[in-house]
């Protein structure tokens, strides 16, 4: 089966250290070579003509201005204004620094979309501050990895707009959707630390007067208006997605410069990062658009679907099934890699369960999320242990109790798809 060549060449690659892309370039021209138009040169202009067609779509011009509008948040320093508003609404409760984490990653997530910005953004000043004040420098790191999945899970995340993007769905019910998953994940981290904040000798803060409450809001509010903007734009139907892209960008470049903390080195850093994350993205999108044709040609997509229905026709079985497939891949590749190469071959299934393409959607996206904090491919593991200064064993031992209410809340948002239907049906319609 051409499906075996494709995924065996990639896989064994991806193990030699080739970059995501060129394995699966290399085994899609395997591909190609197997079902027999690599002949007579035509694997010249079908293979990049299918690149092409992937990344040839106005949906996709959404997705850079998300990205930089999140590395412009973290150009202009919000960190320390988002850290102080975060103490001062959770600092005063039983574990009160390590539920200043989660919320920091709540608020900053929410602002940026974005794991890798949140683990880098707030990383140093939060786990410093826990250190300080009587926590495990291997705690705080590998709470900060598990609270950095918060991000990404809601608005404006990435890897919702690209779901939507390849799975064919409403952005702005992909946006609603991750409200209400993003919420429980923040309640189950914070119920944790409660829990096991008996281990550490670790002080209490007074509760903030209402003038310091009033006071933090004020000064970091504004900021916090940015994803509201995004989202009641689209849901409003005032701007198209791309359009919610432009005013988020625009919003943050004025609060840079009311802050006075926009420069001009930190703005081009932040618009070249941009410009390399999205160009991966792209050759990614184009390298698996061109996989799809020739797995749709072989008729994997299917073959696969007629082996998976004839392991089971029970839908709660099958969500088991991915649940547990979602976990393991989500170890070995990082999530957009693994979205973008699931979507096609996932979409035929979900269908024939009659699963909402939303509701999967979270599933999927939340499922690899996880991964960023599993080895042996846990990006935020390793920004974590340069950021700490602490070995990724050390990190990694740290780490594994929390996958448990991680993987729980993947329960809730499986088996329980209100939580992730609720929003988007109340106000956009069932």
């Known amino acids: 089966m051409v499906a075996i060549t494709i995924f065996g060449l990639f896989f064994v690659l991806m193990t030699l250290g080739v970059p995501v892309v060129v394995a699966l370039a290399a085994g899609t021209l395997a591909g190609f070579w197997q079902i027999g138009l690599a002949d007579n040169l035509r694997v010249l202009y079908t293979f990049p003509l299918n690149i092409l067609e992937g990344v040839h779509t106005p949906a996709l011009t959404a997705v850079p201005f998300f990205i930089l509008a999140g590395h412009l948040m973290g150009a202009i320093g919000l960190t320390e204004r988002i850290f102080s508003l975060a103490n001062a609404l959770v600092g005063h409760l039983r574990a009160g620094l390590a539920q200043v984490n989660v919320m920091c990653s709540l608020l900053f997530g929410g602002v940026t979309g974005s794991a890798i910005a949140d683990v880098a953004g707030i990383g140093n000043l939060v786990i410093a501050q826990m250190e300080r004040h009587g926590y495990p420098r291997a705690f705080s790191a590998a709470l900060t990895c598990a609270s950095s999945v918060i991000g990404p899970t809601m608005w404006p995340s990435v890897p919702l707009l690209i779901y939507a993007f390849g799975a064919q769905v409403s952005v702005e019910r992909m946006f609603l959707a991750g409200i209400g998953p993003g919420l429980v994940l923040v309640i189950a981290l914070m119920v944790y630390n409660r829990w096991v904040a008996g281990r550490f000798d670790v002080p209490v803060s007074p509760r903030p007067t209402r003038k310091v409450l009033v006071s933090e809001v004020s000064r970091s509010g504004w900021a916090l208006l940015a994803p509201l903007i995004i989202i009641g734009s689209v849901t409003g139907g005032f701007a198209t997605p791309v359009e919610a892209g432009v005013i988020a960008c625009a919003y943050t470049l004025i609060l840079g410069l009311g802050y006075r903390t926009l420069a001009f080195g930190k703005l081009r850093r932040a618009v070249g990062e941009t410009i390399i994350l999205f160009g991966s993205i792209l050759m990614i999108i184009g390298v698996t658009h061109a996989m799809g044709f020739v797995l749709t040609y072989d008729r994997v997509p299917q073959t696969i679907a007629e082996a998976v229905l004839g392991l089971t026709e029970n839908k709660s079985l099958f969500l088991l099934l991915v649940i547990v497939f979602f976990l393991l891949l989500g170890m070995i590749l990082e999530n957009i890699p693994a979205m973008i190469i699931l979507i096609p071959i996932m979409m035929p299934l979900v269908d024939h369960f009659?699963?909402?393409?939303?509701?999967?959607?979270?599933?999927?996206?939340?499922?690899?999320?996880?991964?960023?904090?599993?080895?042996?491919?846990?990006?935020?593991?390793?920004?974590?242990?340069?950021?700490?200064?602490?070995?990724?064993?050390?990190?990694?031992?740290?780490?594994?109790?929390?996958?448990?209410?991680?993987?729980?809340v993947l329960f809730i948002i499986t088996y329980a798809p209100g939580v992730v239907l609720f929003l988007p049906d109340l106000l956009l319609g069932n």
């Open 354 to 408: 009659g699963i909402d393409r939303v509701h999967f959607g979270l599933i999927m996206v939340y499922g690899l999320l996880i991964g960023i904090v599993t080895p042996p491919v846990g990006v935020a593991l390793f920004i974590v242990t340069r950021i700490a200064d602490i070995s990724f064993e050390r990190v990694c031992w740290a780490a594994a109790p929390f996958l448990v209410p991680l993987i729980l």
